[in-house]
């Protein structure tokens, strides 16, 4: 992500709270590069899925891992998506005060929901452009394998890594869609109360 990118954040959730966890020194570094005083919400998801105790034992040792590391955030939460549900938090806060919070303090809903749709229309965008470059790459190496034959093997390990990169990038937009579906269902809720 670029680093003018990263400035301009003023709130991130960050959903992979486990890797976290094993996260070396080089991978905690990203947290360095978000502006000075973004909030962060830090968020095990599928919660469902472990017990109390393992909830309680994993958001206590990523409240360690963030505080050894110097890491501030604004709550650690656990949260099943599936049912919809926050189960603890650390700081007391949770998902619905950081949304407030990132928000703005106030009950102008529609600014974040517009902000999400915005940056899912960005996701999408460069999707659209990186697919399209894929896409060109695929037919030029098409036509070069046409007129060299003897250069076949390069050119289908272009193709091959090509195809790699278009399947990731269709699954990272999946699981984007995903995550905006989630997010606004939330939005919905809260401003359905």
Same mark, same amino acid.
């Given at each position: 992500?670029?680093?003018?990118?990263?400035?301009?954040?003023?709130?991130?959730?960050?959903?992979?709270?486990?890797?976290?966890?094993?996260?070396?020194?080089?991978?905690?570094?990203?947290?360095?590069?978000?502006?000075?005083?973004?909030?962060?919400?830090?968020?095990?998801?599928?919660?469902?899925?472990?017990?109390?105790?393992?909830?309680?034992? &994993?958001?206590?040792?990523?409240?360690?891992?963030?505080?050894?590391?110097?890491?501030?955030?604004?709550? &650690?939460?656990?949260?099943?998506?599936?049912?919809?549900?926050?189960?603890?938090?650390?700081?007391?806060?949770?998902?619905?005060?950081?949304?407030?919070?990132?928000?703005?303090?106030?009950?102008?809903?529609?600014?974040?929901?517009?902000?999400?749709n915005?940056?899912?229309?960005?996701?999408?965008?460069?999707?659209?452009?990186?697919?399209?470059?894929?896409?060109?790459?695929?037919?030029?190496?098409?036509?070069?394998?046409?007129?060299?034959?003897h250069?076949?093997?390069?050119?289908?390990?272009?193709l091959?890594?090509?195809?790699?990169?278009?399947?990731?990038?269709?699954?990272?937009?999946?699981?984007?869609?995903?995550?905006?579906?989630?997010?606004?269902?939330?939005?919905?809720?809260?401003k359905?109360?």
């Open positions: 992500m670029p680093f003018n990118i990263l400035l301009r954040i003023s709130a991130l959730i960050f959903f992979d709270l486990y890797s976290l966890l094993l996260a070396t020194t080089d991978d905690i570094k990203f947290f360095g590069k978000i502006g000075i005083n973004t909030p962060i919400l830090f968020v095990f998801n599928k919660a469902d899925k472990r017990t109390e105790n393992d909830l309680k034992q &994993i958001l206590e040792k990523a409240k360690e891992t963030l505080d050894d590391r110097g890491i501030e955030y604004f709550d &650690i939460i656990a949260y099943s998506s599936f049912e919809e549900k926050e189960y603890f938090n650390i700081n007391n806060k949770g998902l619905k005060a950081f949304l407030e919070f990132a928000n703005g303090y106030t009950n102008n809903k529609e600014n974040t929901t517009a902000q999400l915005a940056i899912f229309k960005n996701i999408k965008t460069t999707y659209d452009e990186d697919m399209s470059k894929h896409e060109k790459i695929i037919a030029d190496c098409k036509d070069v394998a046409k007129e060299q034959a250069n076949i093997t390069s050119v289908m390990t272009i091959s890594d090509s195809y790699m990169k278009m399947q990731k990038f269709k699954k990272s937009v999946s699981e984007v869609k995903k995550v905006e579906r989630e997010i606004k269902s939330i939005l919905y809720r809260m359905s109360k």
